[in-house]
């Protein structure tokens, strides 16, 4: 496994992480987990991302780690937890950390995130949003000082607000989820080159778009459900097509595509099974895509260069008939629905 260097934590990573999602019970079981976590350790992997509000995580990814005495680079998050959730209460903040280092069974926790730091109506972190200032940044000074964090770093999924949450230069490390992929490439326009100006680690999340590239849905983009743009219906057949004419599958394409990103360092995997992380390890050991490959692939990323409207985060494939576009519009305080 190549490794590459977390930016200027000087962490070496490799070039695939573990987020541990489905190391908990939204997984497929203790015994499938440990399986997929110990895979990934024999395979070279030595970071791995969980987070208190992926169900029992830290708990189970705890277990699993007990006997392995390789050492690894952890990271996790603050947010939701405790319930109810303060995210201006400071020392509740070092209570989950603490609560983290005490089911992971550590000592000090490598990288802290903010997790949804660009999502007020989830976790409200910001007394001063203008300067990303608020508890959080206070109790993650303190956590430093006693030496139960080593590094800090912003979790989230947009791209306007988590680039201005990147200028305020107060983190080390950045998570962008669900905007940089073979056909998503939002992160490019601010994040990353916010976060590359100044030196911070860079993890790619979601660069199969959860399961929306991790798989093909060609009947179904056909079909074209009502929340799919008609520009990003022509932008997946596209897409299939590329994937017929070069002979790669979606997995293997979209792994390597975000190994090619040379200012990131590191791609997240999402594994449920020991199965999937050897096919992602057999995927990136080719290393990045060849250059006509890519040449094409970004031809057709340009084609949808924004994410439209009406489509949601995750795209739902799977149940394509379940969304209906956004909900409520946001029409002003005082107003009554109906009265436009």
């Known amino acids: 496994m190549r490794t590459r260097i977390l930016g200027r934590t000087g962490i070496e990573v490799s070039e695939l992480a573990f987020g541990s999602l489905f190391t908990s019970s939204l997984g497929l079981g ?24 992926y169900a029992n995580s830290e708990e189970i990814l705890s277990q699993i780690l007990a006997d392995i005495r390789t050492p690894l680079v952890l990271s996790t998050k603050l947010g939701g937890r405790p319930k109810p959730f303060d995210p201006h209460n400071k020392q509740q903040l070092i209570g989950s950390v603490e609560e983290s280092l005490r089911l992971l069974h550590r000592e000090v926790i490598d990288v802290l995130f903010v997790h949804e730091p660009d999502r007020p109506l989830q976790y409200d972190w910001w007394t001063d949003p203008a300067t990303a200032f608020g508890p959080v940044v206070e109790a993650m000074d303190e956590l430093k000082q006693r030496g139960l964090i080593r590094f800090t770093g912003l979790g989230g999924t947009t791209v306007t607000e988590m680039a201005h949450l990147v200028r305020s230069s107060r983190f080390d490390v950045v998570l962008t989820a669900f905007n940089y992929s073979a056909l998503f490439r939002e992160a490019t326009h601010e994040v990353i080159p916010e976060a590359k100006l100044r030196n911070m680690g860079i993890v790619l999340g979601s660069v199969l778009q959860q399961g929306g590239l991790g798989r093909r849905y060609d009947d179904v983009v056909r079909a074209k459900p009502a929340w799919l743009s008609v520009a990003r219906q022509r932008q997946f057949l596209a897409f299939y097509e590329l994937l017929d004419a070069s002979g790669l599958s979606i997995v293997e394409l979209g792994l390597r595509f975000g190994i090619g990103c040379a200012d990131a ?76």
């Open 265 to 340: 360092s590191t791609v997240l995997i999402g594994p449920k099974t020991a199965l999937q992380v050897e096919e992602s390890v057999r995927a990136i050991a080719k290393g990045p895509l060849s250059k006509d490959v890519t040449r094409r692939l970004d031809k057709i990323a340009a084609m949808v260069p924004y994410r439209p409207f009406e489509e949601p985060m995750i795209l739902p494939f799977n149940k394509p008939n379940d969304y209906w576009g956004p909900g409520m519009a946001n029409i002003g305080p005082g107003a009554k629905v109906g009265k436009l």
């Open 30 to 53: 203790y015994d499938d987990s440990k399986r997929a976590v110990h895979k990934a350790i024999d395979l070279g992997i030595n970071y791995f991302d969980t987070a208190p509000a």
